[in-house]
């Protein structure tokens, strides 16, 4: 099946990719909404998702100047969780973003071969310094290994589309990937921050590594992955003959956790084309 000219790459979707070619297939391009839930116990599934929303919604409200008492305020009947999250997130933050300008959910797209890249970050911070910080929030009750985050498709996405297509935040000069900063900044784990400095050189490996990535896309027949392990936590198990129900939700990977990460289907694609090169 050819893809749509122009397609947007997300790094969702290149990790669906990674994860099980035919899951790519179902989710993007025959852009099929399976009924099915991705963990058990469900309830507990859809309150993580929500309250990692929730969470989400708050910390940009906070960035684009909402006063931290009135935000405080709203959260008086919320769920011990989210205000304990909120307070450290308040307590621990990365210290730069008080001098810095800063872009909360903001959306860059870049070209990829015949394709397009999108990436959104949770916040793009601008130092005085000349340095840029991209940072992640999350929400998830396990943090990766380092190693782990370091291989994840979304540690080289990020930064590559920011270096690609930033200059709009550099006085319209391409951004140096040296200035470049990824910080994954948890809430469950506040003191334990991860951060990966981007370089030129990383910058080339990861070029390399998307083209290939999409290169590959193009020329697959979109098999269903081998190993079952991943059909457990996902929504298209049945429609694959691959299990009827879903996994424990203690058992679902990091980065499969419930959260708010971009989904390029609730983009719609008029909104897609305005999102700047
Ligand atoms: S159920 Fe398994 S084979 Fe089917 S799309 Fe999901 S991961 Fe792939």
Redesign the pocket.
Known sequence: MPLPQSFPFSQSSLHDFET?P??FK?RYLDRLRWPAVEAEPIVEAERLARLGQDFHRLVQQHLIGLEVETLTAYLTSAEDELRTWWQRYLAHRPEALVTATLHPELTLSAPLRDYRLLARFDLLAVLPDGQFLIIDWKTSRQKPQREHLARRVQTRVYPYVLAQAGAAFNQGQPIDPAAIKMIYWYAQFPNEPEQFDYSLQLFQRDEQFLSRLVEQIKNSDFP??ESHQ??HH?V??SY?N?GDSAGPLTELPPEAEPDATLDVLALDWEQIAEIQF
Do not use: E, G, N, S
């Open positions: 099980c035919r899951r179902l269903l992955v991943p059909c996902c298209y198990r694959c691959r």
